[in-house]
C-alpha cells in the first residue's frame, strides 16, 4: 500500500513520461488500472485537462508568453495542419526529410 504522495509520485513519473506504464506496473507491482488511477490523481493536483495525458509528440504551450506575432504563426500553422488533415493527410519531417503521410478509413465529420 502506497501513501497519497508516494501515488502522486508515481502517477507524476508516468505522466510525464519518465517511466512507462508497464514499467510502473512492474516497478511498483501494481495493476494497470492502479496506475492510471494514479496519473488521474496525479492530474486533479495539477488541475490537468481530463483525457489522455500529451502526446510525446506534442508539447503543451504556453500561449500568454508569446508575442503577437507568434501568435499569429501558431494560428497560421494550425490552420494549415486542419485542413492538410481535412483533404486526408498529414505532413512529418521538416525540410528535406518532410513527408505527407496519407490518411486512410479516417472520418473527419
Not at 504522495?5 to 494497470?32: C, H, L, P, T, W
Not at 488541475?47 to 508568453?65: C, F, I, T
Amino acid at each position: 500500500m502506497y501513501t497519497r504522495e508516494q501515488r502522486i509520485d508515481i502517477g507524476k513519473k508516468v505522466y510525464s513520461r519518465e517511466i512507462s506504464y508497464q514499467e510502473a506496473m512492474d516497478m511498483f507491482n501494481v495493476a494497470r488500472p492502479t496506475i492510471v488511477t494514479y496519473v488521474n490523481l496525479y492530474k486533479a493536483t495539477i488541475n490537468a485537462p481530463k483525457g489522455l495525458r500529451p502526446s510525446s509528440n506534442s508539447v503543451v504551450k504556453d500561449y500568454s508568453s508569446l508575442t503577437k506575432k507568434e501568435l499569429i504563426n501558431e494560428l497560421m500553422n494550425k490552420d494549415i495542419e486542419i485542413e492538410r488533415l481535412k483533404k486526408g493527410y498529414a505532413v512529418e519531417g521538416v525540410g528535406a526529410k518532410k513527408e505527407f503521410v496519407f490518411i486512410q478509413d479516417v472520418n473527419m465529420k
